[in-house]
């Protein structure tokens, strides 16, 4: 089922010799990322307004098995480096996800917010946590996925591009982790 | 894994199925906004310790090159400047991230790279060069060295070889692991390496962060016989050297050395080291540019206590590959001068380096000047490429590495002698 999914994918995603536009070749990823930059799914992030050059780095990286995730892997396989700009491109057109309907544990964001300041998580993925060129956009992202990165991030089980984001969570604990992703997954 | 998977089969079957209009309501009462209160202080070893909370420095973070080599007519060649009577072309193209080189005994240049896995050789044969993947699922791969035709590969924490490489290009086998007792940290894990004339390899070590205190495995270069055995610390207090030489007439050890961040837009400026003895510290973290004690961890110390650069390279310029100029295509006034690639900065509003300069000694080994040699790779305070490292060919004309385009170049002196295609 699995493997017959993949290649159902691939098979879409990387016709790019066919007149498909961009939004087309890209339906099969929004099904698990979300239709409108919202992703529902488990542990699989949001992908709306991210920023481009950072989407280029990550599908880069998962063509080139740098990041390891293996359905990802799967459909960045045959892509070409104009079909990972174009994906990219696209990707940051979609609109921005939006925060939970609740408005959250108030002692809980008043920790993190502390946490933020502390880290100057800010001073690369900007006040607002939209991000900026190869720094990600954090702002309403899935407090799953969130809380996974990072951790992965901490004990360098997933590979930044660079190194800072392993460097910068060196002294951050697993609580004060999920107590940024609820935050970040919050933002208003 | 097995879960994230079933999810993800889930999703697709609903491809085009709902919309997630829920998630998009908007709440009736918006939390406050954050009280503006002071910031707890910053752990230890945080990169962020001493960044101001201005708007000014809220404008500067790492620069990160775009991960896609350009395509030859892509490459910023026509822009770049060297002085009259040189020339530059392009050597080779669609190596990403590529940066250190090192050449073959057969012309064979080897090209490592810090954001991808992978080695490279630009290999010359009939005339005609072709870029090759040489090795690939490596680890930070950045360091390349060569020594009677072996190839030394410095991963973030290992150092393999592969024999006989120039006679197995088309089918090169694994590299072999020489060494791997080095510290795994990401913060300047990422490794130059080179074969002194005393026949053993040097590596650096560099601080597991922007300006920490650390154990004995961190803050140093040392080197190893090319076996792997023997390690020996040559040079403390070394923040993060990517690039080093020996003077070809003194057998001197000089060293580029990268300045902490955030101390101010212009101090400290990066370093370029000599090593008279074994073991010489070079103040790291304590003390800077060989007269700024460090506002953190200087206190108890004196910059008195260590070895001063010979050479300032300018505030934030990330000064990396470096090699003395032996050749005998250039003018007599690079002879023994040491040519040093400044990748350039991002912790300054106005960015500095993003060229390759020369630096031009006085007889008793310190420094008299330093000019530019090669510019055009700043445009509007924006990087169009980014040098890395610089290579002496045995001809005399020199190589340039550019991780930003994934290129080298290549840069003559006289009448343009284009080199073979």
């Known amino acids: 089922m699995r493997k017959t999914t993949a290649a159902l994918l691939l098979a879409l995603i990387a016709s790019s010799g066919r007149a498909e536009t961009i939004a087309e070749r890209a339906a099969p990823c929004l099904a698990c990322h979300g239709e409108k930059g919202q992703s529902e799914t488990e542990n699989i992030p949001s992908l709306g307004a991210q920023q481009a050059p950072y989407a280029l780095i990550q599908l880069f990286m998962f063509r080139e098995k740098l990041r390891t ?55 690369c993925h900007n006040a607002d946590f939209s991000g900026r060129d190869n720094v990600p956009r954090l702002a309403d992202q899935r407090e799953d996925y969130l809380a996974r990165t990072m951790r992965e991030y901490k004990d360098n089980s997933r590979h930044g591009y660079d190194g800072t984001m392993a460097e910068v969570l060196q002294p951050v604990t697993p609580e004060q982790i999920d107590d940024l992703a609820y935050f970040f997954a919050r933002l208003r | ?30 939390p406050q906004p954050a009280a503006q209160t002071a910031a707890p202080a910053l752990p230890p070893g945080s990169p962020m310790i001493g960044r101001p909370a201005s708007e000014a420095a809220a404008k500067l973070a790492p620069v990160a090159p775009p991960p896609i080599a ?28 590529a940066r250190s080189l090192a050449e073959g ?31 690939s699922g490596l680890y930070r791969p ?3 060295a060569f020594r009677d035709g072996t190839l030394y590969i410095a991963e973030l924490s290992k150092i393999s070889k592969i024999e006989h490489v120039e006679d197995n290009l088309d089918n090169p086998p694994k590299p072999t692991v020489i060494y791997d007792n080095l510290p795994k940290d990401e913060a300047h894990g990422w490794k130059f390496i080179a074969i002194g004339p005393d ?7 560099g601080q597991p962060g922007n300006n920490v205190l650390h154990d004995d495995a961190h803050g140093q270069i040392r080197r190893i016989n090319l076996d792997g055995t023997g390690a020996e610390v040559v040079a ?37 080291n000599r090593v008279t003895k074994t073991g010489e510290d070079f103040g790291a973290p304590y003390c800077y540019q060989g007269n700024i004690s460090d506002p953190e961890f200087g206190w108890g110390h004196s910059c008195s206590e260590f070895t001063a650069p010979v ?37 300054r509003s106005q960015k500095v380096g993003g060229d390759v300069v020369v630096v031009k000694l006085n007889k008793d080994g310190t420094v008299k000047s330093m000019e530019p040699f090669l510019t055009g790779f700043l445009e509007d305070n924006k990087y169009v490429g980014r040098p890395v490292d610089v290579l002496q060919m045995k001809d005399g004309s020199l190589l340039v590495s550019d991780d930003w385009n994934g290129a080298v170049y290549r840069i003559t002196y006289g009448k343009s002698k284009v080199a073979a295609q």
């Open chain 1, 69 to 123: 995730f293996e359905p990802m892997n799967e459909m960045a396989k045959a892509l070409t480096d104009d079909d990972l700009r174009a994906f990219s491109d696209f990707i940051a057109t979609l609109p921005k996800p939006s925060p939970p309907a609740d408005a959250g544990d108030p002692a809980r964001l008043q920790r993190a917010r502390a946490l933020v300041q502390q880290h100057h998580c800010d001073s």
């Open chain 2, 1 to 30: 894994m097995i879960i994230r998977s079933r999810n993800l089969s889930l999703a697709v079957a609903f491809i085009g199925a709902f919309t997630f209009g829920a998630a998009a309501e908007q709440p009736a009462n918006p």
């Open chain 2, 70 to 97: 350009a395509a030859v007519d892509k490459l910023p060649t026509a822009k770049l400047k060297v002085p009259p009577g040189f020339n530059i072309e392009v050597y080779a193209a669609g190596m990403a991230n």
């Open chain 2, 105 to 135: 005994d057969k012309g064979t240049v080897f090209v490592g790279s810090r954001q991808v896995d992978k080695v490279y050789a630009i290999v010359n044969k009939d005339g005609k060069r072709t870029v090759k993947v040489l090795a």
């Open chain 2, 142 to 144: 950045n360091g390349v």
């Open chain 2, 199 to 205: 026949n053993k390899l040097y590596v650096p070590v």
């Open chain 2, 236 to 272: 403390l207090g070394v923040r993060n050297s990517v690039g080093f030489d020996w003077n070809p007439e003194t057998k001197q050890l000089y060293f580029t050395d990268n300045g902490r961040d955030w101390m101010s837009e212009d101090v400290p400026q990066d370093e370029l």
């Open chain 2, 311 to 347: 050479g300032l390279m300018g505030p934030h310029s990330a000064s990396l590959g470096m090699r003395f100029y032996t050749g005998k295509m250039f003018p007599k006034d690079y002879k023994n001068a040491i040519i040093v690639a400044r990748h350039g900065s991002w912790n």
